[in-house]
C-alpha cells in the first residue's frame, strides 16, 4: 500500500515509529468488540521523499523550531518560512538553493551534529509544509525539480484562510483638512524648520540633534503621555518622520501612515505591499511626496497629501535575494537608496541608487563591489566576481550639500568568515565594510576608508555616517560593530582618530596613525568549523540604533552593547547561487562589565575621550537623540524610555512603555509646543537575539508596536 | 616645636614603617570578584544552559582564598576550576575548586598561586567555570577582576 500523497507528515512521522500499522477496524457492532479489536498488519511503503520529510519534521522541531516556529510561521528570531513569502522567494528554483542556503547557515548556533542526509530531510520537510507533495524520489543535493511546479493544494488550502491584503489606500484622507500642506524644498531640507523632523536622523548631517529647548533639565521630570497610537504588528524599527505638524509613520509590512501630531488621529493609510511583517526603518519627504523603500526592493512615492502612490521603481531583483530594510534620504533633488541581501553568488552585485526624485527615473547607481579590471578588483583574492558577494548599504546614509557628497557605510564581505569565502586575511575586498564618499552629481567615488579590511566575525562598519564641523574641520564619524568610534576628515577620507567605546579583543593593534586594524593570530588563521572567541558580538558593540551629536557640548552620544560570542565558519559551495552567511554562533554576558548588556557612552568629538558612561543590564534598542534642552532620550529592552542630562548621563525622567522600546525618538513642534515621539516594536536580528538568549530574566510583551507621543503638562 | 634630627629621623622611620605595613596590610587584602553567567548559548540552548553565580577572591601573599555561591544550574555541578584564558578567551585548568553535587551551592577553595598566576590574577587572565552533569564542557563562567 502507498500512502497518499496528502498524508500529513506528522502522520508519517507516527507510521515510523512503528514498523507496522495496527489498523482499528471501525466498530460497527457492540463495545464489547471494539474492547478486543482485530488488528492487521500492514508495512508501510513510504517514498523516499516520504521518508525525508518525516525524518525532517523531528530534525526541524528540534533544530529549528525555536526560532521559524513549530508550523514554520516565523518568530522574532527567524523568518516565516512557508506561504506566498517563502515560495516567492525560493519556488522559481529547484530546492538546491535552499539546500545550500540552509547548510551553510542553519542552526545559527551550530550544526556540526547535522549530516548532509539530515539537510536533504529538512528540505524536504519545509517543502513538504509548504505543499510540494507530487514527489516521492528522495530529493538529492541535485535535484532537477522545480518547487513551485510541485506544490498542489495543500499550501493552498493552508494560504486560503488568511483574508487578502490590503492594497494601496486603505484610509482615505487628506492632510490639507488638518494644516495646508506646503511642498518640501532643497532648502527646507537644508535648514529644517525648528519643529519639523523631516527625515530620518532630523537633517542631511544626521546630527539626530533638535533645538528645541521646551523640555529641558529643570521640567523633563514633569514629561506626560499626550497620545499613544497602536501601529501594525511585525518586525519594526520605525524611524517617524514629521513635517508642519504631521507625523508619517512607517509599520512593518510597508504601510505608512499620516497621522495629525497634535491628537494622533489617522489621516491616511497606504498598503504598497508586499503585505508581509518584515521592517523597514526609515521613509523621506520631498516636494509633494513621501518616499518609502519596500522590503522587496521596490521605491514608491505617495502623495504626502492623500497617500495616493505616484511613481514606483523596482530598483534590484527580489528574486535574486536583493531586498531593503532601511529607506531612502533625498539629496539635491535625488532619492538616495540602498540595498541589502547581496549574500547570494550570483552575477549582480550591491550598489546604491540614485533616483530623479520627482519621476523615479534611476539616475546612476554605485556598485560597492570592486569587479576584476576595476579599481580595487585585485582586493578580492582573484575570486570570479560572481564569488565576490557583501557590500550591503543596509543603513541610509547622510549628505553634505556643499561638498555634494553623500556618506554611505558598507557591510562587510559575504560569507562571514575569510576561509567561508575562499579568501584569506589579506584579501580585503573593496570597498566592504567601509565609508563611501559619493559624489550626488555623477555616482561617482570620490574617496573611501575601509574600516575593518576583510572582516572576519560578522562585524560591519555599516552604520550611520555624522557629520560634525569642528573649526575649520569638517569631519564624518562613524561607529562599527566593533564598538570604535571612527574621526575621518570628510572631505579627504584621511583617519582623523578612534576610540574604543566598549570591550574589543579582535584586534591586537590599532596604529594611531593610520587607523589600520591588526586581528589576533587565532582570528587570522581561523579554519573552518574551529571556534573563535571575540568581543563584541554580532550584536554590535553598536548597530543600527543610531548615535546622535550634541551641538552645544561637542558630545558624541552612542547607544551601545555589551556582549561577546563565539564563531565558528561553515564551508559554503563554491557554485552560482550559493554563497550566505555561513557561521554557527554562539553568545555570552561581555567580561568585566557585571552583566551590564546596555550602555549609552558620550564622547568629546575633539579629545575622542570618554566624558560620561550609563550602563545597565538590559540592552538599548532605540538609537540616541539629544536636544538643546540638554537632554539624551533613549529607550531599551525592559521597556523603559529614559531622559539623560547630556552633560552628566544622570536619568532625569523615565517611564515605561506596553513592550520593548525600539526605533528612533523625534521630537518636534506644534504651535510652538514641543513634543517627544517614540515608538515601541518588537522583531530584529542580532541586537535582539543575542539579549534573548542572554539576559532571559527580561520579560516583554511579544506584541505592542506602537508610537508614543510625550510633552510638558499645560 | 621645631623638630630636631633624632626626632625627625625617628618620626620619619616611624611614619616610613607604618607606610609599609599599611602597604603590606593593602596587598595582603588584595580582593577580586567573579560574576558568574551561562557559557556561550544559542536559542536553542538557552534553556538548558542556565544558571548565576558570584565568587570573591583573596589574595594573601600567594595565597588565594575562594568563596562564592552559585544557583540556578540546568543540572547537578560536577567540577569547577580556575582557567588561565585573557577576557573571552578560553584557556586551560590551572586549578581545582570544591563544588557540592547540586544545581546551588558555595565554590570555595584554598589555593597556592605561583608568581605566574598571580600576574594572571591581576591581568584578569583567570577565569572560573563550573560543569555540570548536562554541560561538561562547562555551564557558568566568570573572569576574575579586581574589585573596585
Known amino acids: 500500500m502507498k500512502i497518499t500523497t496528502i498524508i500529513s507528515s506528522k502522520a508519517i512521522r507516527r507510521t515510523l515509529l512503528i514498523s507496522s500499522i495496527t489498523v482499528v477496524l471501525a466498530a460497527c457492532g457492540s463495545e464489547q468488540e471494539s474492547a478486543a479489536p482485530a488488528t492487521t498488519s500492514a508495512v508501510a511503503e513510504l517514498t523516499g521523499f516520504e521518508t525525508q520529510v518525516a525524518q525532517g519534521a523531528d530534525l526541524f522541531a528540534t533544530n529549528c523550531a525555536a526560532c521559524h516556529g513549530t508550523n514554520l510561521e516565523g518568530t522574532t528570531l527567524g523568518p516565516i518560512l512557508s506561504g506566498n513569502t517563502f515560495l516567492q522567494r525560493w519556488g522559481s528554483g529547484t530546492p538546491t538553493p535552499l539546500l545550500n542556503s540552509i547548510q551553510t547557515n542553519m542552526p545559527p548556533g551550530g550544526g556540526s551534529s547535522l549530516t548532509a542526509d539530515d539537510y536533504l530531510s529538512l528540505t524536504a520537510h519545509i517543502l513538504s509544509e509548504n505543499g510540494m507533495d507530487t514527489v516521492t524520489e528522495s530529493l538529492t543535493a541535485s535535484s532537477d525539480l522545480v518547487i ?9 488550502r493552508r494560504q486560503r484562510p488568511a483574508p487578502p491584503a490590503p492594497e494601496g489606500v486603505t484610509v482615505a484622507g487628506n492632510v490639507d483638512d488638518f494644516v495646508p500642506f506646503v511642498p518640501v524644498t532643497d532648502a527646507i531640507l537644508e535648514n529644517p524648520a525648528d519643529g519639523d523632523w523631516p527625515m530620518h536622523r532630523r537633517t542631511y548631517d544626521a546630527n539626530s540633534y533638535s533645538p528645541l529647548d521646551e523640555i529641558n533639565t529643570e521640567n523633563v521630570g514633569q514629561l506626560k503621555l499626550e497620545w499613544v497610537w497602536n501601529m501594525h504588528e511585525g518586525d519594526s524599527e520605525p524611524a517617524p518622520l514629521v513635517y508642519n505638524g504631521i507625523i508619517y509613520l512607517i509599520n512593518p509590512g ?26 523597514m526603518r526609515n521613509i523621506a519627504i520631498y516636494g509633494d511626496n513621501i518616499i518609502q523603500a519596500t522590503t522587496d526592493a521596490r521605491v514608491i512615492a505617495l502623495d504626502a497629501r492623500t497617500g495616493q502612490q505616484v511613481w514606483e521603481t523596482e530598483i534590484a531583483e527580489f528574486s535574486k535575494g536583493f531586498h531593503n530594510s532601511s529607506g531612502p534620504i533625498v539629496a539635491d533633488g535625488k532619492v538616495i537608496q540602498g540595498l541589502a541581501g547581496c549574500w547570494y553568488y550570483i552575477p549582480e552585485d550591491c550598489y546604491i541608487s540614485a533616483l530623479d526624485a520627482n519621476t523615479g527615473e534611476t539616475q546612476w547607481q554605485f556598485e560597492t563591489i570592486a569587479e576584476m579590471g576595476q579599481p580595487g578588483g585585485d582586493t578580492w583574492g582573484g575570486l570570479d566576481d560572481v564569488f565576490r558577494a557583501g557590500g550591503e548599504t543596509w543603513i541610509t546614509g547622510s549628505y553634505d550639500p556643499e561638498l555634494k557628497l553623500t556618506y554611505w557605510g558598507t557591510a562587510q564581505q559575504k560569507p562571514w568568515v575569510p576561509v567561508s569565502r575562499g579568501m584569506t586575511i589579506d584579501d580585503v575586498g573593496l570597498y566592504t565594510n567601509s565609508t563611501v564618499a559619493v559624489n550626488t552629481d555623477t555616482g561617482e567615488l570620490d574617496w573611501f576608508f575601509q574600516h575593518v579590511p576583510a572582516e572576519a566575525l560578522d562585524l560591519d562598519e555599516v552604520f550611520e555616517r555624522v557629520l560634525v564641523n569642528r573649526g575649520d574641520e569638517k569631519l564624518v564619524f562613524s561607529l562599527g560593530k566593533y564598538g570604535i568610534l571612527w574621526k575621518n576628515d570628510r572631505v579627504s577620507g584621511e583617519f582623523k582618530g578612534y576610540k574604543e567605546t566598549v570591550f574589543q579583543n579582535a584586534f591586537t593593534n590599532i596604529d594611531p596613525d593610520t587607523g589600520e586594524v591588526t586581528y589576533r593570530e587565532d582570528i587570522q588563521n581561523a579554519g573552518l568549523n574551529e571556534w573563535t ?22 558630545t558624541m552620544i552612542a547607544p551601545l552593547s555589551q556582549t561577546c560570542l563565539e564563531n565558528a565558519a561553515r564551508e559554503v559551495a563554491m557554485v552560482q547561487g550559493s554563497g550566505g552567511m555561513a557561521a554557527s554562533r554562539k553568545f555570552f554576558e561581555m567580561p568585566g562589565t557585571d552583566g551590564n548588556l546596555g550602555k549609552i557612552g558620550a564622547y568629546n568629538v575633539d579629545t575622542m575621550e570618554e566624558v560620561w558612561s550609563h550602563e545597565q543590564r538590559a540592552s538599548f534598542h532605540t538609537g540616541t537623540i539629544s536636544t538643546a534642552g540638554d537632554l539624551v532620550f533613549a529607550g531599551d529592552l525592559d521597556r523603559e524610555f529614559k531622559a539623560f542630562d547630556v552633560n552628566t548621563g544622570e536619568v532625569l525622567w523615565k517611564t515605561r ?30 541586537p535582539r537575539a543575542v539579549p534573548d538568549v542572554i539576559a532571559t530574566e527580561i520579560i516583554y510583551p511579544r506584541w505592542g508596536n506602537a508610537i508614543y507621543v510625550f510633552s510638558l503638562p499645560e | 616645636m621645631k623638630l630636631g634630627r633624632k626626632t625627625f629621623s625617628i618620626t620619619y622611620t616611624f611614619i616610613l614603617v607604618a607606610s609599609l605595613f599599611i602597604s603590606v596590610a593593602a596587598q595582603a587584602q588584595e580582593t577580586y570578584r567573579a560574576r558568574l553567567s551561562p557559557m556561550p548559548t544559542t536559542p536553542q540552548t538557552k534553556d538548558t544552559i542556565t544558571g548565576e553565580g558570584e ?25 569547577a576550576h580556575i582557567h588561565n584564558g585573557p577576557p573571552a578567551q578560553p584557556g586551560p585548568v590551572v586549578a581545582q575548586l570544591v563544588v557540592p553535587a547540586s544545581t546551588a551551592g558555595e565554590v570555595t577553595a584554598e589555593l597556592e598561586l605561583s608568581d605566574e598566576l598571580i600576574e594572571a590574577l591581576k591581568n584578569n587572565s583567570l577565569y572560573i567555570q563550573i560543569h555540570s552533569e548536562t554541560n561538561a564542557p562547562g555551564e557558568l563562567r566568570g573572569w576574575v577582576f579586581a574589585r573596585n
Open chain 1, 148 to 156: 513551485q511546479d510541485n506544490v498542489s493544494a495543500i499550501a493552498a
Open chain 1, 254 to 279: 510597508n504601510v505608512i501612515q499620516a497621522l495629525d501630531g497634535k491628537t494622533g488621529e489617522l489621516i491616511w493609510e497606504n498598503w504598497a505591499g508586499p503585505a508581509n511583517r518584515q521592517d
Open chain 1, 533 to 554: 572567541s571575540a568581543c563584541p558580538s554580532s550584536a554590535g558593540g553598536k548597530d543600527w540604533h543610531s548615535m546622535t551629536y550634541h551641538q552645544p557640548s561637542g
Open chain 1, 657 to 686: 512603555l506596553g513592550t520593548v522600546v525600539q526605533g528612533h525618538p523625534v521630537s518636534f513642534a506644534i504651535d510652538g509646543k514641543q513634543y517627544i515621539a517614540v515608538t515601541s516594536a518588537n522583531g530584529g536580528t542580532s
Open chain 2, 55 to 79: 565568587v570573591f577572591l583573596t589574595l594573601n601573599g600567594n595565597t588565594l582564598s575562594v568563596s562564592g555561591n552559585y544557583s540556578g544550574m540546568s543540572s547537578v555541578a560536577t567540577m
